[in-house]
């Protein structure tokens, strides 16, 4: 049969054309499939593919944190100490099989915002705020004093906490536990800290106070010292065998219906 | 001849008269002096115009915090408290913060009742407001009246603020006890905000929070386990 003139090479045009549109789309949907992967691996009802701990060593740079007492009679910043249980818990952590996001591995100034951004980035099991002080005996474990609210799609940044109240009650009666099997007094309050109350994941601001005195118990008023090597490997290893018990409980994985990277709201 | 008969006898007079002379003008200025003091003193009014006034002693409630245990507990005092609402809260959160400043101090905060700049009672946004025209509560003292929940704003001194010991429990415990001693001894006051040197202040001295409302009915602390 006798094709017109120019029809092969017309037909040779539109065939090239929609090999290059087919290209493209498929390129387009491999990029897509590439973005939104990761995301949808971390969603609401997806579990997370590793345990994962977020460590926020409290203060850093100009903020020192309290003035603490140390065992020669210097003293220490707060910002320190935290700073070197972050790094002791960190390495127990991992040696244990968990991921370990730190808010700070310097000594920094880091804003509260910014704390609470990397633990939401994290979508994380178990958010530890770490403090230091002179006053009281053994450690303090403090939970956002938010009323607990019904989880939503997107919450007010500066409550998003409330939803995850009863998860961090929960992992401060398995912190309070293991502490307490240490032979450490422990008190558990609420506080209004800005850090954890923007935090979307079971969250416990942890404050080292002094060791004990075994004469007169938890009533000594007294400055103590908290740079015992001793009771802080203590505290750190306490810490960790919690946080592998809070692991083991099968709900660590379900989220209160929210995902922390959806938590941008109203700032 | 000795040396006084070498002085004439003129100078002599001259220096005698000179003498009295100066001795007459200092009596002169000193009678000037006492009746200008006398002078001043009667233009100015010093009758007093208003009796001082010794508020009667009554029964107040401290929420006191301990750094030992991480509890707040009440303790019962008689204090000469004003009638006035707002100078009323002042008193009692003063007399707590006084507590706190003692060497002995369960909770040891420096700074004492000068801490406490000022306590303005505003009603709470929304809030029903009622008019009565008697009643011994507190309200009624005061303004006449309003017998809606109140907000308490409490505007605290740099000092206090800068003297505070940072950490977690202390800071909370301070704020926690001054808002549950307002509610202890004012009870209409339902919500409480802090202010420093008249400003807002993002913590209390690195921890505590202090740009949020605080709830005086909420269960502030909740001790789940001591040992």
Known sequence: MQLPLGYETRSRSVFTRIAICVFCLLLSAA??????????????????????????????????????TTQTGSPEAEKDFTLALSIKLRSLLKARGMAVVTTRESDIALDADRRAETADQAAAQ???????ATTGAGVHL??????????????PWKTAQAAWVPKSLALAGVLNSALRHAGIPVTVGRTALTTIDSMACPAVAIEVAPEANPDNSIGANAPGVVDDPAYDVKIADALAAALVEWRSDGSVFKNSGQRGGENHELR | MNSASSIPRYQLVLFLI??????????????????????????????PTQAPQVAPLERATLMVARDADDTIGARALSLPLPQEPGARARAVLGKLLDLYAEPDSTHSVPGGAASVAQVFLLPVAGSTVTETKAGGGFGSAASGADAGPELAVVNLTGTFAASHPSGLETETLTVLSMCATLNANLPRIAEVRFLVNGEPRSTLAGHADLTRTYLTGDTVMTELERQ
Do not use: Y
């Open chain 1, 142 to 155: 403090f939970l956002s004093s938010l009323p607990p609210a019904q989880a939503s799609k997107f919450a």
């Open chain 2, 18 to 47: 000179l003498l009295l002379v100066s001795a007459a003008l200092g009596g002169l200025l000193w009678h000037l002096r006492t009746r200008a003091h006398e002078r001043m003193l009667a233009g100015k009014d010093s009758t």
């Open chain 1, 31 to 68: 990029s897509l499939s590439a973005l939104i992967g990761p995301a949808a691996a971390q969603g609401p009802t997806a579990p997370a593919a590793r345990f994962t701990v977020v460590l926020d060593a409290g203060h850093g740079g100009d903020d020192v944190g309290a003035n603490l």
């Open chain 1, 126 to 132: 178990a958010c530890l705020s770490l403090h230091a």
